[in-house]
C-alpha cells in the first residue's frame, strides 16, 4: 500500500454535469499530479500541484482543473463532462525535491461513468 | 512531448521461465525511466526505477536496462511466479524540473502459464 487515498470509489454522472474528486498523499510527500485511464490504455497527465499551485500541465482542457490544500491534499474537478470523461482517474504524490520530482506512488483511483 | 512505445502488448510465459518488455522514448532529455504493475481494480504501483546516469538496476528478480542511445529500456523478470500475472506500464519523464508529468507506454498484458 502506497498511503495514498482518494474517494469516493465510483462514481456515475450525467453528461453536463461536473464532478468533484479527491486525493490524500502519502505523509512526507508535497507534489501531487492526476492522470486519466481510459480503459486498455496507460495513464495521461492531466496536471501537476506544488504548493497549492499548478505546476505543469497535460493537454487536458481547462475545464478540468484542480486544487491543493496546506496539507498536500488534493481535488480534481471536471466542468461540462463528456461521455469521453469516462475512465479511471488516479492521483499520485511525490516528493518535490531540488533536482526534481521523481518517483510517483498511485492511489487505488476513482472510477467515473458519464451517461 | 514525449512518446512511449512498448512492446509486446501481451506476453504469455510458462511459469519459471523469463519476460521481457521493451519500450521506447522519443524525447532525448528524458531522465528519468520508472516501471510499474497494475492489477485488476488497483491503481499502478512502482515495481523498479532507473534515472539516465545508470545503465542497469537490478531488485531480486527484476531488472532494467537503458541504452540512451537508442533511447530504450527494457524489464526483465526471471524465475516468473504466478503473481507477476498483470499488466505492466513503462514511463518517462522529461528533464523540465518537477512540472513534467509521466508518459506512459500503453502496457503490457503479463500472464503467466501454470
Known amino acids: 500500500e502506497t498511503g495514498v487515498t482518494q474517494s469516493p470509489t465510483h462514481l456515475i454522472k450525467t453528461r453536463g454535469q461536473q464532478v468533484t474528486l479527491r486525493c490524500s498523499s502519502q505523509?512526507?510527500?508535497?507534489?501531487v499530479s492526476w492522470y486519466q485511464q481510459a480503459l486498455g490504455q496507460g495513464p495521461q497527465f492531466i496536471f501537476q500541484y506544488y504548493r497549492e499551485e499548478e505546476n505543469g500541465r497535460g493537454n487536458f482542457p481547462p475545464r478540468f482543473s484542480g486544487l491543493q490544500f496546506p496539507n498536500y491534499s488534493s481535488e480534481l474537478n471536471v466542468n461540462a463532462l463528456e461521455l469521453d470523461d469516462s475512465a479511471l482517474y488516479l492521483c499520485?504524490?511525490?516528493?518535490?525535491?531540488?533536482?526534481?520530482?521523481?518517483?510517483?506512488?498511485f492511489g487505488p483511483g476513482t472510477r467515473l461513468t458519464v451517461t | 512531448g514525449e512518446n512511449v512505445e512498448q512492446h509486446p502488448s501481451t506476453l504469455s510465459v510458462q511459469e519459471g521461465d523469463s519476460a521481457v518488455i521493451k519500450c521506447t522514448y522519443s524525447?532525448?532529455?528524458?531522465?528519468?525511466f520508472p516501471w510499474y504493475k497494475q492489477e485488476l481494480g488497483k491503481g499502478p504501483q512502482l515495481i523498479i526505477d532507473i534515472r539516465s546516469n545508470v545503465g542497469e538496476k537490478k531488485d531480486q528478480r527484476i531488472a532494467v536496462t537503458l541504452n540512451k542511445t537508442a533511447k530504450h529500456f527494457s524489464l526483465h523478470i526471471t524465475e516468473t511466479q504466478p503473481e507477476d500475472s498483470a499488466v505492466y506500464f513503462c514511463?518517462?519523464?522529461?528533464?523540465?524540473?518537477?512540472?513534467?508529468?509521466?508518459?506512459f507506454g500503453k502496457g503490457t498484458h503479463l500472464i503467466i502459464q501454470p
Open positions: 514511463a518517462a519523464k522529461g528533464s523540465g524540473g518537477g512540472a513534467d508529468g509521466l508518459t
Open positions: 524525447d532525448s532529455a528524458s531522465n528519468y
Open positions: 499520485a504524490s511525490s516528493a518535490l525535491l531540488a533536482g526534481g520530482s521523481y518517483e510517483q506512488y
Open positions: 505523509s512526507g510527500h508535497n507534489t
